[in-house]
């Protein structure tokens, strides 16, 4: 049907005849007789000149075989890859025509979230989202690529499948042939990739749909996909350099071709460098005490700085507590006292006691460091030397400190060291605005250089207690202690480590992975500590048992979370900008209407009845 596509025509095309598919994007009449008309396909728009009489409107598809030829001199337009040229002597072929469009499709206007995603089919042919999705398919190949030539087997497993310990909620669905009875969606591939090793597979991986059944609160998805790996015989440090090449190639594939659509010249652009000296790794207790946190955004320096020590048997007891951790704002000593004031409530509502600040002002004559603070006349000069010194302050900075139990003022001064960090395009590095309820009406520009990867290791195996007291799996409980801390899994199993890594991009959590317990005893025991009785954990998993009983091959894995992984190399704050058809933040779609009430007729079938009218909540 058509012989060129709209963006690709060139001035070297001109006095050529060609035939162009597309919709009208835009229509100006030019006179009486002559009308322009942008017609705009995957690849970009071109401007056709068309006899004023054709009938052509916003959104209607074109046939349109013409001539190429060079805009008239002054006319051109720099801001369109074909604005050299336009195409003339126009024959139009009508071949659909279209409802007045739900909303302009100009990228600069921002259009209501709900309208854009009940006529997404609309919504998709806009350049942004063309871009996104043609970028999330470069990824997938490249994820892909990258797996087969590293040895990996690609392997569906069974979307109907059974409940697995994850810690998320699973969706349900009812056996129509063993009524009463239900399947389960998979939250991750979990138990099935590591049957898979113990079938001998060795190298596993999937692009998997994965679903988890949970409120929607932040920027998520009930459905979401993961390029899900696993690997018998291999180490930690395997599997993270397996994980590595492959995201590292998706990110250069992203990168490196941002054409939307039209084949791209591999000679046109110098390749993108790799990561120089590879991706840092931290431990997560090195994560936690430097940055606060155990995701921690390396696109911001500014570690926090200790002064545990300074004020260890000081008589200052608001800095005196178990662990005192600060952070440097450079020349905030001009924040305002009521900007002060909001950070020490948000330091307390994150759960302190309360924020210690100090401004840094010029040393006096005799050279000794002066602070600005309320607490400062409760200290002496070698601790002002100190907190300063610490801290590698300068005079105009301000510093934040808070006094608490170690993990608890880490991840207080990691809240604020994010929240208070601007990044070098100036934009705030905290939460992104979609989070903060707007949504940018363009994506921000994304190089290798404002991509910041880091590997945490050695995560605690637990966290915290449940309801019942029981450790709850930091991971998920096929997660393999470390062999230094094993001896400690019932005696204090808050201390015991996991040979458990997760990848961190900009201070988000990209992926995770762990090397798993292959050993049936070990696995039985892990339960045991869950408080999962040894029957419970017969019915459950006696699956997983009873394949750990066959000859488990030592195995691990990871699983890279895509669709954040494709927002943040497309520059965009929600994944939902990546993904063809999300679900709103309330869950619903607005686009089928889903989810809705079923037929009296297939409840029934399904043997199930109702309580509550259709469509509450519990
Ligand atoms: N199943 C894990 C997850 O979905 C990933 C892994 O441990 O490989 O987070």
């Known amino acids: 049907m058509r012989t060129h596509l709209?963006?690709?025509?060139?001035?070297?095309?001109?006095?050529?005849?060609?035939?162009?598919?597309?919709?009208?994007?835009?229509?100006?009449?030019?006179?009486?007789?002559?009308?322009?008309?942008?017609?705009?396909?995957?690849?970009?728009?071109?401007?056709?000149?068309?006899?004023?009489?054709?009938?052509?409107?916003?959104?209607?598809?074109?046939?349109?075989?013409?001539?190429?030829?060079?805009?008239?001199?002054?006319?051109?337009?720099?801001?369109?890859?074909?604005?050299?040229?336009e195409l003339a002597?126009?024959?139009?072929?009508?071949?659909?025509?279209?409802?007045?469009?739900?909303?302009?499709?100009?990228?600069?206007?921002?259009?209501d979230e709900h309208a854009r995603l009940r006529y997404r089919y609309v919504d998709l042919r806009r350049k942004r989202m063309q871009d996104n999705l043609r970028m999330r398919s470069r990824v997938l190949q490249a994820l892909r690529e990258s797996m087969l030539r590293q040895g990996f087997c690609e392997v569906e497993t069974p979307l109907l499948w059974t409940p697995t310990p994850e810690g998320a909620r699973e969706f349900a669905v009812p056996s129509r042939l063993r009524r009463g009875e239900f399947y389960v969606l998979p939250q991750s591939p979990q138990i099935a990739k590591q049957l898979l090793m113990v079938g001998g597979i060795d190298r596993y991986f999937q692009v998997a749909r994965c679903l988890r059944d949970e409120d929607l609160?932040?920027?998520?998805?009930?459905?979401?996909?993961?390029?899900?790996?696993?690997?018998?015989?291999v180490s930690a440090s395997d599997v993270r350099d397996a994980v590595a090449d492959a995201v590292l190639a998706a990110m250069r594939a992203a990168l490196d071709d941002p054409g939307a659509g039209v084949p791209h010249d591999p000679g046109a652009g110098a390749p993108l460098a790799g990561i120089p000296g590879g991706i840092e790794v931290l431990s997560w207790h090195d994560?936690?005490?430097?940055?606060?946190?155990?995701?921690?955004?390396?696109?911001?320096?500014?570690?926090?700085?200790?002064?545990?020590?300074?004020?260890?048997?000081?008589?200052?007891?608001?800095?005196?507590?178990?662990?005192?951790?600060?952070?440097?704002?450079?020349?905030g000593a001009n924040l305002s006292r009521a900007r002060l004031d909001a950070l020490v409530d948000r330091a307390k509502a994150l759960g302190a006691a309360g924020l210690a600040w100090f401004r840094v002002g010029e040393r006096d004559p005799a050279g000794k460091a002066v602070l600005d603070s309320p607490l400062d006349k409760f200290l002496t000069d070698d601790q002002r030397e100190a907190i300063v010194g610490e801290a590698a302050a300068a005079p105009g900075d301000l510093l934040l400190a808070v006094a608490s139990e170690w993990r608890l003022a880490c991840e207080v001064m990691g809240a604020l060291r994010?929240?208070?960090?601007?990044?070098?395009?100036?934009?705030?590095?905290?939460?992104?605005?979609?989070?903060?309820?707007?949504?940018?009406?363009?994506?921000?520009?994304?190089?290798?250089?404002?991509?910041?990867?880091?590997w945490v290791v050695d995560f605690p195996l637990f966290d915290g207690v449940d309801e019942e007291g029981m450790p709850v799996p930091a991971h998920h409980p096929f997660t393999m202690p470390h062999p230094e801390d094993i001896e400690r899994l019932s005696s204090d199993p808050a201390s015991v480590r996991a040979l458990a890594y997760d990848l961190v991009l900009n201070g988000w959590e990209l992926g995770s992975g762990s090397i798993r317990v292959h050993d049936p005893d070990l696995q039985a025991s892990i339960f045991d500590v869950l408080g999962i009785s040894e029957q419970d954990a017969e019915s459950r998993f006696g699956f997983l048992l009873r394949a750990l009983r066959s000859g488990a091959p030592p195995h691990?894995?990871?699983?890279?979370?895509?669709?954040?992984?494709?927002?943040?190399?497309?520059?965009?704050?929600?994944?939902?900008?990546?993904?063809?058809?999300?679900?709103?933040?309330?869950?619903?779609?607005?686009?089928t209407d889903a989810p809705k009430p079923l037929?009296?007729?297939?409840?029934?079938?399904?043997?199930?009845?109702?309580?509550?009218?259709?469509?509450s909540g519990n």
Not at 39 to 64: F, K, P, Y
Not at 431 to 450: E, Y
């Open 556 to 591: 691990g894995g990871f699983a890279v979370g895509v669709d954040r992984f494709v927002a943040l190399l497309a520059g965009e704050e929600s994944i939902r900008e990546v993904i063809a058809f999300p679900k709103t933040q309330s869950g619903g779609d607005p686009l």
């Open 217 to 233: 609160r932040s920027d998520r998805q009930f459905e979401f996909t993961q390029l899900d790996i696993e690997a018998s015989f």
């Open 418 to 454: 994010v929240e208070t960090a601007s990044l070098p395009d100036g934009t705030p590095a905290g939460s992104p605005a979609a989070l903060r309820g707007g949504m940018p009406t363009a994506a921000r520009a994304v190089t290798p250089g404002s991509l910041a990867y880091c």
């Open 89 to 111: 002597q126009c024959e139009v072929t009508v071949l659909s025509k279209a409802e007045t469009p739900p909303f302009g499709l100009d990228e600069r206007v921002a259009a």
């Open 287 to 331: 994560a936690m005490d430097r940055y606060g946190s155990d995701k921690p955004d390396l696109r911001i320096g500014r570690p926090l700085a200790d002064w545990t020590e300074v004020f260890a048997r000081s008589e200052v007891r608001a800095l005196s507590a178990p662990a005192c951790k600060a952070l440097c704002i450079p020349g």
């Open 6 to 85: 709209c963006g690709e025509l060139r001035a070297e095309h001109a006095g050529e005849t060609v035939k162009l598919c597309g919709w009208v994007a835009h229509r100006r009449e030019h006179g009486e007789h002559l009308a322009f008309v942008d017609l705009r396909d995957r690849s970009g728009v071109v401007q056709c000149v068309l006899d004023g009489s054709v009938e052509a409107r916003s959104e209607w598809v074109l046939q349109v075989e013409g001539q190429v030829r060079r805009r008239p001199a002054g006319s051109e337009n720099s801001d369109i890859p074909t604005g050299e040229v």
């Open 599 to 615: 037929d009296a007729r297939v409840l029934a079938e399904l043997g199930l009845a109702l309580r509550g009218e259709p469509g």
